[in-house]
């Protein structure tokens, strides 16, 4: 049986505990939590909850996910990747710091494990991966969600949200500026990013719709490949309307994916 353990406990984290669980392939290890995290009263009965990485790194799963955001993944991804233990990171935004991209890496290798990027919310990543090494010359990725989904980040300064009446443009940058500006919403960005042109090449527009109830995305690239473009339309996660209910199961078919015996 394969363990899995979780940094975090917020909406993705619980989905994940809820799907993996009954799974006889897959055990669930533990979670880490900061000390007095609202969430531990969630935590179900019996799944060992710790405060730091060393008792994260003690409880020696397969596999460790993270799902907390980009400060948790910078205090405790290297030292797991050191420990040797393979990494599903959430906060790919993280990424966006040159520095911590090189930490993030370094520890990897020295730990012999792998840091592996989800998809996230949006799919065509392995499409996009693979025009790059056919030559790419563009990639645009939209994000569209409901004002609500934009509270508490820049988009508030911009713009009444409560009031919005039309769609509204609230950003358009390169993938670095998005992932941080707008960490919580912006890590598909920062997975296009990764997969295809790199961060400052990568064009992101984010956009508050209040007649959109859905998380949607597209991903445009052209190259000599051909050209594409993926359109995405989510139901929010339950519980984290910055979320797609798809992040949380493109993680779920990581781990699934991790201990198959075959895989698509």
């Known amino acids: 049986m ?32 900061r000390t007095g995290s609202d969430s531990r009263d969630q935590v179900p009965g019996g799944l060992p909850v710790v405060e730091d ?7 020696a799963p ?17 030292d797991v990747l050191r420990a040797g233990i393979d990494v599903i990171l959430a906060s790919s935004g993280v990424l966006a710091d040159p520095q911590a991209a090189a930490e993030f890496e370094d520890a990897a290798r020295a730990g012999g494990a792998r840091l592996i990027l ?7 990543l392995d499409v996009l991966a693979a025009a790059r090494l056919g030559g790419l010359d563009r990639v645009v990725y939209t994000g569209v969600k409901p004002p609500a989904a934009w509270r508490g980040t820049p988009a508030e300064s911009l713009v009444d949200l409560d009031r919005l009446t039309n769609a509204h443009e609230i950003f358009r940058g390169s993938a670095r500026m998005a992932a941080a500006t707008y960490p919580k919403n912006a890590n598909v960005a920062a997975s296009v990013a990764l997969a295809g042109l790199g961060f400052e090449a990568t064009e992101v527009r984010l956009v508050a719709n209040p007649a959109t109830t859905t998380n949607r995305h597209r991903i ?21 309307p ?9 993680i779920e078919r990581l781990v699934r994916t991790r201990f198959a015996a075959v895989v698509v």
Request: charge should be negative; proline fraction near 4%.
């Open 220 to 240: 445009e690239a052209s190259g000599r490949f051909g050209r594409f473009a993926i359109d995405l339309d989510n139901a929010p996660l339950p519980g984290n």
């Open 2 to 33: 394969s363990g899995v353990a979780l940094i975090g406990f917020g909406a993705i984290g619980r989905a994940l505990a809820i799907a993996l669980t009954g799974d006889t392939a897959i055990s669930m290890a533990g979670v880490l939590l």
């Open 118 to 124: 989800t998809p996230g919310a949006v799919g065509g």
């Open 242 to 250: 910055k979320s797609s209910a798809l992040t949380a199961l493109a």
């Open 53 to 59: 990485t060393a008792g994260l790194i003690a409880l």
């Open 62 to 78: 397969s596999v460790v996910i993270e799902c907390a955001g980009h400060a948790a993944a910078t205090l405790h991804v290297p």
